[in-house]
Structures are given as C-alpha cells and as structure tokens.
C-alpha cells in the first residue's frame, strides 16, 4: 500500500536526521516508527476493558476482615493525640486552600473560564 504524508518541515528534518544516524532510510525509519506505535497501541488495554477485569476478578479473601465494632463509637472512643495542634492544623489547611483556589482560578483562566 502506498500512502503519502505531508509532514511539518521540523519533524521532516527530525526525521532525515534520524534515519541518517541510524543509517536507514527516511522512509523505513517512518515505518518502523509507525509499526512501533501501532503495536504499542493494541498493548495497552481499553478503560473498559480495565474495569471488566478488575469486576471479574474475585476478592482475595486475606484482604478482608470483618468489622469488629462501630467505626462511629471508635472514632468517638479514639485516644486523644498530644502532639496534634489544632491551632497550627488549621492555619496549615488555610494555606492549602489558599493555594488549592490559586490553582483553580488560574486553571479557570488559561481555559477560558474566567
């Protein structure tokens, strides 16, 4: 079969080089990337073919353990820890938030948003 592509002159150059390094040329350096990429694509599965694998997977059963109380009554229970500040937890969570709307804003208008 014969196909012909019209590359950008950057990755044409790229190309000629490349293949004058490897000593092939341009045209089978082209092929080989292609076979490469393409092999490569049908390698990897499709998200939903991850998903049916992992549904049709059984449990392991030494990875469950049955509850042994309320998890309400023991996070009501839990023993107090000394070394946790809450004065110095919630500065620290405002400067994530800080910083988590930062983001956000700027994300909001490199897209178009705002």
Do not use: Y
């Not at 990755?11 to 089978?28: D, W």
């Not at 059984?58 to 469950?64: F, M, S």
């Not at 500065?91 to 709307?101: G, H, I, L, P, T």
Request: zero cysteines; proline letters at 8%; a negative charge.
């Amino acid at each position: 079969m014969s196909i012909t592509i019209t590359l950008p002159h950057e990755i044409g150059a790229q190309l000629e080089r490349r293949a004058s390094a490897q000593r092939l040329s341009v045209e089978r350096l082209a092929l080989d990337i292609l076979s490469d990429a393409l092999e490569a694509e049908e390698a990897f599965p499709t998200p939903e073919e991850v998903v049916a694998k992992i549904r049709a997977t059984p449990p392991n059963p030494r990875g469950i353990r049955p509850a042994a109380g309320s998890l309400a009554e023991g996070l009501r229970n839990a023993p107090d820890d000394p070394d946790f500040d809450l004065t110095s937890w919630r500065r620290d969570w405002a400067v994530v938030e800080a910083e988590m709307k930062a983001i956000t804003r700027a994300n909001d208008i490199a897209e178009g948003r705002g």
